[in-house]
Each structure stands twice: as structure tokens, then as C-alpha cells.
């Protein structure tokens, strides 16, 4: 590490250079309101539409290098958790800060499982929904709607009181997605039991039907376990940004949760799964490929499910999950849709094309498969999705609210607009 750790800038209108201090990589953006400021001039702005290279927060909760393709949580490979962990050992990680002992896990699981049910009153809300509402609009409103329930979620300083509502989040996260899909379906909400395992107990309120009991494959289970592994957490994505910032009035976990479901709801964040099996759909066949194929290259078709914002290589996620593919299909049966996405996975990872530009199978390229074999409509994919965010948004919150750093969100603009109009009436203009 060299001592000098700074930056000169030399702003060529006055010919002054300024010494700006780096730290972790980074120049603070406030730094630059010096340069050029005076009495009739404001200083430089950073403009960065996107965020694309703004960081809002230093965090300790994920790590990613898209060069290297490397995920982590709290220092963690998720190679190493999908594969060895659980979902809910994996949010007591996110939460925490460190893996549970046999005793924290013990009672950290007991509260998950034992804040499962949900008031009445909650069931009756959401029984007012259209019958085809659409499920993850029904979890972003009875996910706000739970700080109505528990009005002193709002003493977001009292860390007991954070505890309880995190806790409570988590639990019953599983209980709302799924009676949002089986009201869309016309059937009967299913209580959560309190016998099964988190997974277990979700696959139970989605698809028990007359059976006293529900018996869910162990296979679909893990399958369904490491999926939610996978979407724990992604560092400060579109919707945790959300929950930040939302957060960062100090409004209670529920209310900034729920702008982060929000966040997800919109296509270009929570939709990518299903824009692939559109995708594959719309191919068809395997024989139809390399039309299709030659159609991305002249700007007629869009290949969804590959490259993304962060990785440049690979991503991570989608190895893990195209080995959860195998353990499904073996109870499902395979998804005919899989061979054409083997063959187009094959041809775009040979073609020079796809490779000079890094794209590689994103994590949506083969979920939006599996969540297809487990019967779940499109519509779902992304509910699916924010019940396994949900610890990572808690994870993100619960570091802001300690954090002395952050204020209320409050980007700046460049203004674009007239000024000083002349206000002219309206008998005038209307004359």
C-alpha cells in the first residue's frame, strides 16, 4: 500500500488542482464540490445515471468480483453454502454476521418456524384480492400491510424489537407467497405445520390438497432450498438499493421490505426467468438455433438469460443451479424445454460472437426451468425470488439503520428544464 493515496485533479478552466483523498478505492463524490466553486458557481457533481459506479454504502454483508465470477456471503463462497447449508442457517449468516453454533441454530429455527402463522385479519386482506390478482402484487401489499399489525416496528433503535420483526419477516414470507398462488388458483389457504422444514412447510401450503398430511420430496425440498440460497442475497442490486434508501428515512422494516418486492415486481429486475422460457418457447425446436442465433447477431432477436450487469465471466449461481436441475427432473420428469436450452447454451458458448461480448448463462437461464417443473405459473417466479431475498433486504437494513454514515436518501439532479418563465394568466392565454 503506497502512502500517497490520492487523486489530482486539474480543473483546466481556472487551471487549480485539487487533492482528493482515496479510500477503499473509492473518491467521495461530496469531495468534488469544492473543485470550481464560488460565490456564482456551484462545485462538480459526479453524474452517474444507474449507479454504475457509485457506491451509496461501505456493507460487510456480500462480496462480489464479476471479473473472477465469485460470490460471497460474509466472506462465504455460496458454492460452499449451496452445497453444505441450509436456507435458514444461510439467513442466520446474512443476519448475523457469522454462522450459527449448534444452540443459536437450535433456537434461531424454533423462532423462524413458530412466527410462521399470520393474523386472521391478514387472511381476510388478502382474500379481497381479484380473483386473478397477480400474486407478487398481493405480497407487496400484505407485506406493507404487516406494520399495521405491528405498530412498534417503527422503533427501528431498540435492537430487540429488530430482532422480533426480522425474525417475523422471514417466517411468514413463505405462509403470504403462498397463499397469493393458491388464490390466484381459486383453492383454500393452507396453515402452515409446524413439523416440516422451511422448505417443506412452503412446498405443504402450496400444493397440500386433501391428504392430512403433506410428504414433500426430500429431492424438491433441497432443490427448492438451494434456489433459495442462490437468491439470499446479490450485494446492492435495484431492489436492495430500494430498501436503502427507502430505509433510510428510518420508516419500519415492513414499509422498506416492501419497496424492495416493488423493485422486483419490475421486469427487468424479477422477470428475466420467465423472459427465458418465452424464449425457448418461441425457438421451439433444437433444429431452429442457429436461425436464431444468426437472428441475435443482427439485432432481430434478444438472448435472455445471458451475461449480466456484474459478472463478466460466469455467473456463479448458474453452475449450482443447473445442478439442482438434475435432482428435479429425476421427480418431475424433464422439462422438454432443457434440450433446447443445452443446445443453445452450447452453440453461444463456441460462438466467438457471445464470447467476445462475455455473455454466459445467467442464474435466471435455467430457474425459470426448474420453477416450471415444480408447477409454478410465471407469474410466481418472482415471488419465489423475494422470499429468498427477503434475509439479504433484512441484512441490508439492519447494517443502514447501525450505520453513522448514512443519511436520507437524497440524489442531486441536473436540471434541464426553462427558467424564470414569465407567469402569464389564464385569461390571457386562453383569450
Sequence with gaps: MTENQTLTVRDNRTG??????????TVRASDF??????ENEPGLAVYDPGFTNT??????VTYIDGDKGILEYRGYPIEQLAEKSTFLEVAYLLIHGELPTKEQHERWVHEITFHTFVHENVKSLMQGFRYDAHPMGMLLSSVGALSTFY??????????????????????????????????????????????????????????????????????????????????????????NAVR?????????????????AALYGPLHGGANEAVLKMLRRIGTKD???????????????????????????????TIIKKACDDVFEVTGVNPLLEIAQELERIALEDDYFISRKLYPNVDFYSGLIYEALQFPPEMFTVLFAIGRTPGWLAQWLELVDDKEQKIARPKQIY???????????????A
Excluded at 457506491?55 to 460487510?60: G, L, P, Q
Aim: glycine residues 6%; charged residues 25%.
Design 416 to 430: 434541464t428544464g426553462d427558467r424564470q418563465l414569465e407567469f402569464v394568466p389564464a385569461e390571457e392565454r386562453w
Design 16 to 25: 487549480e488542482e485539487y487533492e482528493l483523498p482515496i479510500t477503499d478505492g
Design 55 to 60: 457506491a451509496s454504502t461501505r456493507s460487510a
Design 33 to 38: 464540490n469544492k473543485i470550481g466553486k464560488s
Design 288 to 318: 431452429k438455433i442457429p436461425a436464431f442465433i444468426e437472428g441475435v447477431k443482427n439485432g432481430d432477436e434478444k438472448l435472455m438469460g445471458f451475461g449480466h450487469r456484474v459478472y463478466k465471466n460466469f455467473d456463479p449461481r448458474a
Design 245 to 261: 434508501s427507502v430505509g433510510s428515512s428510518q420508516v419500519d422494516p415492513y414499509s422498506a421490505v416492501s419497496a424492495g418486492i
Design 151 to 240: 405498530p412498534e416496528a417503527r422503533n427501528i433503535s431498540d435492537p430487540d424489537v429488530r430482532h422480533e420483526q426480522v425474525v417475523r419477516m422471514i417466517a411468514k414470507m413463505p405462509t403470504l407467497g403462498a397463499w397469493s398462488f393458491r388464490h390466484a388458483q381459486g383453492k383454500p389457504y393452507v396453515y402452515p405445520d409446524n413439523d416440516l422444514t422451511y422448505t417443506e412447510n412452503f412446498l405443504s401450503m402450496l400444493f397440500k390438497m386433501s391428504e392430512p398430511k403433506y410428504d414433500p420430496d426430500p429431492r424438491l425440498a433441497k432443490a427448492l432450498d438451494v434456489l433459495l440460497i442462490l437468491h439470499a442475497d446479490h450485494e446492492q442490486n435495484c431492489s436492495t
